[in-house]
Nanobody, 124 residues
Framework: VQLQASGGGLVQAGGALRLSCAAS????????MGWLRQAPGKEREFVAA????????YYADSVKGRFTISRDNAKNTISLQMNSLKPEDTAVYYC??????????????????RGQGTQVTVSS
């Protein structure tokens, strides 16, 4: 599956951004979908995921209550609504697909397919 992320940018702390990702070349509903991020000098980390039918979502503790992930299987897209952004959210964000469509929990290593990243910068 090929993934194309968009929607990054520069925002002040407390602001909001919405990331989008379009998928092609695979059976979209057979994948759980997620977002990963990598800040400068840090390891790539799990941010959020949604299971194959959108019925269950998963979040890293650091973003819980501020970020919302969703998917539209009719359009082969996912989104990440990011509210109350903090400077520590600054990173390159990657849209990713997992061949495990409905696990009880997800981590970064569950996502084998990743698109190009989109930069999110939060200024203080």
């Amino acid at each position: 599956v090929q993934l194309q992320a968009s929607g990054g940018g520069l925002v002040q702390a407390g602001g909001a951004l919405r990331l989008s990702c379009a998928a092609s070349g695979g059976t979209f509903r057979s994948y759980a979908m997620g977002w990963l991020r990598q800040a400068p000098g840090k390891e790539r980390e799990f941010v959020a995921a949604v299971n194959w039918n959108g019925g269950r979502t998963y979040y890293a503790d650091s973003v819980k209550g501020r970020f919302t992930i969703s998917r539209d299987n009719a359009k082969n897209t996912i989104s990440l609504q990011m509210n109350s952004l903090k400077p520590e959210d600054t990173a390159v964000y990657y849209c990713a697909a997992s061949r495990w469509p409905g696990k009880s929990a997800y981590e970064e290593t569950d996502f084998g397919s990743r698109g190009q990243g989109t930069q999110v910068t939060v200024s203080s």
